[in-house]
C-alpha cells in the first residue's frame, strides 16, 4: 500500500523556469514531511522539510508546500538550473522523532539548458 | 567529514545463493537505517537500529534476510537465500540520535550497493 505518492515519473523544464514537484499522502497521522534529492550511483541526500504545522517553508530556491486538507505536497525549484536534474523524493514520518521515513515512488527533474 | 560507506557497491548472484550487504555510518551517529529500493520505486525501511538494538523490523523479511550491528558501530545485511525479487539497491543510512534531535532527525545514505539477483 503506497502511503506517499508521486504521480509523475518524469519533469522536464527550461533553465531559469519554475519546477514544480508534487506528491501526495493517504495517511492523515503524517505530520513531517521531507524532499530527498538523488543523483545516479549516489544515495538521497536531504533537500528540504516542512513540518504538518507550517502550510510553507523556503530555502534559497526551493519552496515547499504543504495542503493538509488536500493531503497535498508541492516542490517549487526557481529558477530552475540544470544541476537540479536528478529524482526527486518526497518522504514523510508519522511520529516525530521516530524518524520511520515512508518514500514516494520518485519524479526525475530534467533541466534544460 | 566522512559519509556513510557501502560495500560492495555491485553484486551479482544467482537465486538460492547467500549474499552479504555491509555499512559503516558517520562516526557518531546513534541510529542505522537499511533500506531496499526496487527499481522504480522508492527506499523502503528494512530495518532500524539505535545503537546495537533494533527498533523497527516490522518490515524485514525474517525467514531470509537477517541484520546485526556490532558494536553499535558498523552493520551488516545479510539474504540467505535471495529470490529474484530481492534485485533491489540496498541503501545504508544513519542519523545523530532519533532522541535528542527533533522534530525529526536527518537521515544521512551512502551510496548503496545494486544486488542483481539471477
Known amino acids: 500500500d503506497q502511503q506517499v505518492k508521486q504521480n509523475s515519473p518524469s519533469l522536464s523544464v527550461q533553465e531559469g523556469r519554475i519546477s514544480i514537484l508534487n506528491c501526495d499522502y493517504t495517511n492523515s497521522m503524517f505530520d513531517y514531511f521531507l524532499w530527498y534529492k538523488k543523483y545516479p550511483a549516489e544515495g538521497p541526500t536531504f533537500l528540504i522539510s516542512i513540518s504538518s504545522i507550517k502550510d510553507k517553508n523556503e530555502d534559497g530556491r526551493f519552496t515547499v508546500f504543504l495542503n493538509k486538507s488536500a493531503k497535498h505536497l508541492s516542490l517549487h525549484i526557481v529558477p530552475s538550473q540544470p544541476g537540479d536534474s536528478a529524482v526527486y523524493f518526497c518522504a514523510a514520518s508519522a511520529v516525530p522523532g521516530a524518524n520511520n521515513l515512508f518514500f514516494g515512488t520518485g519524479t526525475r527533474l530534467t533541466v534544460i539548458p | 567529514e566522512a559519509g556513510v560507506a557501502q560495500s560492495p557497491r555491485y553484486k551479482i548472484i544467482e537465486k538460492r545463493q547467500s549474499v552479504a550487504f555491509w555499512c559503516n555510518p558517520i562516526s557518531g551517529h546513534a541510529t542505522l537505517y537499511w533500506y531496499q529500493q526496487i527499481l522504480g520505486q522508492g527506499p523502503k525501511l528494512l530495518i532500524q537500529f539505535q545503537n546495537n538494538g533494533v527498533v523497527d523490523d516490522s518490515q524485514l523479511p525474517k525467514d531470509r534476510f537477517s541484520a546485526e550491528r556490532l558494536k553499535g558501530v558498523d552493520s551488516t545485511l545479510k539474504i540467505q537465500p535471495a529470490k529474484l525479487e530481492d534485485s533491489a539497491v540496498y541503501l545504508c543510512?544513519?542519523?545523530?540520535?532519533?532522541?535528542?534531535?527533533?522534530?525529526?532527525?536527518?537521515?544521512?545514505f551512502g551510496p548503496g550497493t545494486r544486488l542483481t539477483v539471477l
Open positions: 543510512a544513519s542519523s545523530l540520535d532519533v532522541q535528542r534531535q527533533g522534530p525529526l532527525d536527518e537521515q544521512f
